[in-house]
């Protein structure tokens, strides 16, 4: 019988440990009613459903992404010095999505991540080697944030002096998603949010006067036939969305899947015989089952726009849902034993880690590259990882995001 009550779900240790919960709540019901006007959504089934009709289940959820405080006078007076928050690629439906996912694509082509690849093994090797000279780090804070931080910055006319800055801003729009914090780091946020609006916009007014090569140029001149070139506001939105997909998503899954492969030897013993190997398909299926049992961005908010039904609840028009990819993610009727790390298992890719139809993340091609090249270059050089003794892994509370801040580890070179 289930002793968990479905509104437990908000409290700070259920969001920081959710698995508990989904294991008590899938079986019974595949859609879970939290409270009047606000729902739950934890099966595969179900999530990929809702996922694909974006007619009943829009994507425009502006105010919520916003922050819980983003009516407070405080707040909006501070927001009011930067650029309006507009609706691009998370927040907006056909077909104002699909005009600015074609501009988008154009910057984010094969070419450009192919580009940014070339760099990538060298930062990445240029870590290891940092943290090998110690023989011993927090992952979290040596390596999985510095390497996708590194990648997107340079791809913004970023320097290295700046790389603190992308991590500083990208955790205040994390932190406003999460809406779980005082009214005082919303004002913080809010400080910080507009600070980057500004240091962006005054990149975007150089590369209109002068092509430069990176993203943030491919996008400042991208335009589809018959399409006007994106405005400042809108470039500023996708890039904020890019910063913070680019960044905090695969420094989460970097440093949970670390700690995965740390605690379940025989499939670490597997990744290094196929690094050992150059078995390139076993360390993507590696990367695929991270990201399954990892699930970053563990939800996202979707806004009932007409009365429908859903795993048998009726729901209203108005509704917010929650699509909680982290559950469907580990549903027993889609992936058996689902709770395994398993790297070899056959259906890892079918995740919903990145979401799924028009609105799969954009830069998922970029992330899984770096999660692959890191894992490679890892296991090639070094070996013995353990975690600290004493060291208790947590996960900080966020309603929509979910990630170690820190991961203290030791280890030993490969001889």
Same mark, same amino acid.
């Given at each position: 019988?289930?002793?968990?009550?479905?509104?437990?779900?908000?409290?700070?240790?259920?969001?920081?440990?959710?698995?508990?919960?989904?294991?008590?709540?899938?079986?019974?019901?595949?859609?879970?009613?939290?409270? /009047?006007?606000?729902?739950?959504?934890?099966?595969? /089934?179900?999530?990929?459903? #809702?996922?694909?009709?974006?007619?009943?289940?829009?994507?425009?959820?502006?105010?919520?992404?916003? @922050?819980? $405080?983003?009516?407070?006078?405080?707040?909006?007076?501070?927001?009011? /010095?930067?650029?309006?928050?507009?609706?691009?690629?998370?927040?907006?439906?056909?077909?104002?999505?699909? %005009?600015?996912?074609?501009?988008?694509?154009?910057?984010?082509? +094969?070419?450009?991540?192919? &580009?940014?690849?070339?760099?990538?093994?060298?930062?990445?090797?240029?870590?290891?080697?940092?943290?090998?000279?110690?023989?011993?780090?927090?992952?979290?804070?040596?390596?999985?944030?510095?390497?996708?931080?590194?990648?997107?910055?340079?791809?913004?006319? +970023?320097?290295?002096?700046?790389?603190?800055?992308?991590?500083?801003?990208?955790?205040?729009?994390?932190? %406003?998603?999460?809406? +779980?914090?005082?009214?005082?780091?919303?004002? /913080?946020?809010?400080?910080?949010?507009?600070?980057?609006?500004?240091?962006?916009?005054?990149?975007?007014?150089?590369?209109?006067? &002068?092509?430069?090569?990176?993203?943030?140029?491919?996008? =400042?001149?991208?335009?589809?036939?018959?399409?006007?070139?994106?405005?400042?506001?809108?470039?500023?939105? *996708?890039?904020?969305?890019?910063?913070?997909?680019? !960044?905090?998503?695969?420094?989460? &899954?970097?440093?949970?899947?670390?700690?995965?492969?740390?605690?379940?030897?025989?499939?670490?013993?597997?990744?290094?015989?196929?690094?050992?190997?150059?078995?390139?398909?076993?360390?993507? !299926?590696?990367?695929?089952?991270?990201?399954?049992?990892?699930?970053?961005?563990?939800?996202?908010?979707? +806004?009932?726009?007409?009365?429908?039904?859903?795993?048998?609840?009726? *729901?209203?028009? @108005?509704?917010?849902?929650?699509? %909680?990819?982290? &559950?469907? !993610?580990?549903?027993?009727?889609?992936?058996?034993?689902?709770?395994?790390?398993?790297?070899?298992? #056959? !259906? #890892?890719?079918?995740?919903?880690?990145?979401?799924?139809?028009?609105? $799969?993340? =954009?830069?998922?091609?970029?992330?899984?590259?770096?999660?692959?090249?890191?894992?490679?270059?890892?296991?090639?050089?070094?070996?013995?990882? %353990?975690?600290?003794?004493?060291? =208790?892994?947590?996960?900080?509370?966020?309603?929509?995001?979910?990630?170690?801040?820190?991961?203290?580890?030791?280890?030993?070179?490969?001889?």
């Amino acid at each position: 019988m289930n002793t968990i009550a479905a509104s437990s779900f908000f409290e700070p240790q259920v969001i920081a440990d959710p698995f508990d919960y989904y294991r008590a709540w899938l079986p019974e019901s595949p859609v879970v009613q939290l409270s /009047e006007g606000m729902f739950l959504v934890l099966s595969y /089934e179900h999530c990929a459903q #809702a996922t694909g009709d974006v007619e009943t289940f829009s994507n425009n959820f502006q105010g919520t992404l916003s @922050g819980a $405080m983003a009516e407070d006078s405080d707040v909006a007076a501070i927001l009011a /010095e930067g650029w309006p928050q507009v609706d691009t690629l998370l927040t907006a439906d056909p077909p104002t999505h699909t %005009r600015f996912r074609k501009l988008v694509n154009l910057a984010f082509s +094969m070419k450009r991540v192919a &580009a940014i690849e070339e760099d990538m093994r060298g930062v990445v090797i240029d870590l290891i080697e940092k943290m090998a000279e110690k023989g011993h780090a927090d992952f979290v804070r040596d390596f999985a944030i510095p390497l996708p931080v590194a990648m997107i910055a340079r791809q913004i006319g +970023m320097t290295e002096g700046d790389l603190d800055k992308v991590k500083c801003w990208s955790d205040a729009f994390v932190d %406003r998603l999460g809406r +779980m914090i005082p009214k005082e780091r919303e004002l /913080e946020c809010a400080r910080e949010v507009v600070e980057f609006q500004h240091f962006v916009k005054a990149k975007i007014d150089h590369r209109r006067a &002068a092509q430069t090569d990176d993203l943030l140029s491919d996008l =400042v001149r991208a335009e589809v036939e018959g399409e006007r070139p994106l405005e400042d506001a809108e470039i500023l939105s *996708i890039m904020q969305q890019l910063m913070v997909a680019g !960044n905090e998503t695969t420094t989460s &899954a970097l440093a949970g899947g670390l700690l995965q492969l740390i605690e379940n030897p025989d499939q670490m013993s597997k990744a290094v015989s196929a690094v050992d190997d150059g078995n390139e398909r076993a360390i993507v !299926n590696l990367v695929e089952e991270v990201l399954r049992t990892e699930s970053p961005t563990a939800g996202m908010w979707r +806004m009932v726009r007409k009365d429908t039904e859903l795993g048998g609840l009726k *729901i209203s028009k @108005g509704a917010m849902v929650q699509l %909680r990819y982290a &559950a469907a !993610n580990r549903d027993p009727a889609k992936y058996t034993d689902p709770d395994r790390f398993d790297i070899e298992r #056959a !259906n #890892a890719r079918s995740h919903l880690a990145f979401g799924k139809g028009i609105h $799969m993340c =954009v830069g998922n091609m970029l992330s899984r590259k770096e999660m692959a090249v890191a894992y490679t270059e890892l296991l090639k050089r070094l070996t013995d990882f %353990r975690v600290a003794v004493g060291h =208790v892994p947590s996960w900080p509370p966020n309603m929509l995001l979910r990630g170690l801040t820190t991961l203290p580890i030791t280890f030993r070179r490969r001889a």
